[in-house]
């Protein structure tokens, strides 16, 4: 989800948005055990003391119904589709990036109860004012 107004435009009938500040949602991976295709069984932990989000600059483009793009976290590419990078679920990743942020558990719940579907709902407003006073530094 864009935290400041993300310009658009078309180019043909496919739709873009130029890069903007983009808050991600992230829940890293945690190893279980083990499992012989991918040597290692992964699980997820889903609550708010695991639930954490970071500012990355993201452009997205239309693929499809879907608007798409990619960003690097720890060096690591990953696609980014919809609100807060996974269609308003949380990106889960191997590794948290250094200015990841635990999400407070009352945004946490705002977001769990927010009654979005395939994106942000009725809690992306305080989400928007938390991330930006969190991550983005102020203006002169």
């Not at 107004?5 to 496919?14: F, L, R």
């Not at 500040?21 to 992230?26: Q, R």
Request: charged share 25%; proline share 5%.
């Amino acid at each position: 989800m864009y935290i400041f107004t993300a310009s658009g435009y078309y180019v043909g009938t496919e739709q873009r948005c130029r890069r903007g500040a983009f808050l991600l949602l992230l829940q890293p991976r945690i190893a279980e055990g083990e499992c012989a295709d991918r040597g290692e069984r992964m699980r997820r932990e889903t609550g708010p003391s695991n639930t954490y989000a970071c500012v990355r600059k993201v452009a997205l483009q239309q693929c499809g119904h879907f608007m798409m793009g990619r960003v690097n976290l720890c060096g690591t590419w990953h696609t980014v589709s919809g609100g807060y990078g996974n269609d308003g679920l949380p990106m889960d990743i191997e590794k948290l990036p250094k200015d990841a942020k635990l999400l407070p558990a009352e945004l946490y719940e705002a977001w769990k109860h927010g009654k979005g579907w395939n994106g942000p709902g009725n809690e992306a407003r305080a989400l928007r004012q938390w991330a930006r006073e969190t991550f983005c530094a102020p203006r002169a």
